[in-house]
C-alpha cells in the first residue's frame, strides 16, 4: 500500500473543515470509507460505517453546533496515519454557549480515504449566547 502522502492529507483535512463549517454531514461521508470507524470518546464504543457517522453528524454537528469556526494548527504524516492539530470556535445549541475547542486527530488511511478516525479533545466555555 503506497503511503499518505502530505498534499493528500492536507486535502482531506481542509474537506473536513468545510464539512464541519457547512454543517454537510453528506460531505463529510465523502472523505470516510464506507466501513470506516469514527470514535470521538474513546472511553466509549466508536461509531460504526457511513450511516452511523451520518446520524453522529446530523445530531452533533448540524442540530448542535452553530457559527462554525475551525483553524488547522499542525498536521503530521506517517505511513498510512496522519495527525491533525485543529482548534475550534463555536456555539453550543443544546448548551447555550460559546466553546472554544482544541482537539487531535488521528486519522487512519485505506487507499484515498479514512478508514478510522480517533480524536482527543478538550473544551472550554466562552460563554452564554444569545
Known amino acids: 500500500m503506497a503511503s499518505l502522502s502530505r498534499q493528500h492529507f492536507s486535502h482531506i483535512l481542509a474537506r473536513y473543515c468545510e464539512a464541519w463549517r457547512q454543517q454537510d ?10 466501513d470506516a470507524t469514527y470514535h470521538e470518546r474513546l472511553l466509549e464504543k466508536p461509531i460504526v460505517g457511513h450511516a452511523g ?6 445530531s452533533k454537528v448540524v442540530q448542535g453546533q452553530a457559527n462554525i469556526n475551525v483553524r488547522v494548527v499542525n498536521e503530521f504524516v506517517d ?52
Open 25 to 34: 454531514a453528506d460531505k463529510i461521508l465523502l472523505i470516510f470509507t464506507e
Open 53 to 58: 457517522i451520518r446520524d453522529y453528524w446530523v
Open 79 to 130: 505511513g498510512n496515519v496522519g495527525i491533525a492539530e485543529w482548534e475550534v470556535h463555536f456555539d453550543d445549541r443544546v448548551k447555550r454557549i460559546r466553546k472554544f475547542m482544541r482537539e487531535i486527530a488521528i486519522m487512519e488511511f485505506r487507499g484515498d480515504r479514512i478508514k478510522s478516525l480517533r480524536e482527543y479533545w478538550v473544551s472550554k466555555e466562552l460563554g452564554a449566547i444569545a
